[in-house]
């Protein structure tokens, strides 16, 4: 069986990881939202026992991780929980940390905002949140490649879109959630930490 398979995760996973490393040093449980392929789950649970990593995603979107999670037979990789960040409750009521990448930006802003707003609701003080993707700054895109990228999005949903750095930041403040880390990325992203004043 062919599993289906993100180039771009391939691409990111180890960088992503040598971020979370860090960041991700005490043992928890981390909420994934939208984990697509679920390669990304997989080298990040495999490469972090300590953690209890959960999966999850919105419901037509989970069979893209099913078969992947289940092969790697990982004790602290959990099935993936279908979560809708629109719709409440979430399926889960408390997490250590969160982690997302690359869904910012195919979220309407409503979504975005339901995002932020569940994931201060299920951090502690100092529980991070990390955002990872293509961000704009100042209103303006930080390479060529992520304005076409952008402009590739709103073709095909105006919805979509590359969200600016400074109006996230703004959307974690109302909900609790301070900006503390920008980190550059390769291929032009960033990850984004925010974490939860107490």
Not at 39 to 55: E, G, I, S, T
Not at 148 to 156: K, P, S
């Amino acid at each position: 069986m062919t599993l289906p398979f993100s180039q771009a995760c391939e691409n990111n996973k180890t960088p992503i990881l040598a971020a979370l490393r860090p960041r991700l040093a005490d043992p928890g449980l981390v909420l994934e939202i939208g984990t697509g392929t679920g390669q990304h789950a997989v080298h990040f649970a495999a490469a972090l026992p300590h953690l209890q990593w959960q999966p999850s995603d919105q419901p037509d979107a989970l069979g893209a991780s099913a078969e992947r999670l289940r092969a790697a037979e990982l004790a602290n990789l959990r099935p993936a929980l279908t979560l809708d960040v629109a719709a409440t409750p979430w399926p889960i009521d408390r997490a250590d940390a969160v982690f997302s990448a690359n869904t910012a930006h195919i979220m309407s802003w409503p979504q975005v905002c339901a995002m932020f707003a569940g994931v201060a609701a299920l951090l502690g003080p100092r529980q991070p949140f990390l955002l990872y993707g293509p961000f704009h700054q100042d209103g303006r895109a930080t390479s060529a490649s992520n304005a076409g990228f952008d402009q590739q999005l709103r073709a095909r949903d105006p919805a979509m879109g590359i969200r600016d750095r400074g109006d996230l930041e703004a959307l974690g403040d109302q909900h609790g959630l301070a900006l503390m880390e920008t980190l550059a990325m390769p291929a032009n992203n960033q990850l984004l930490v925010w974490r939860r004043l107490a």
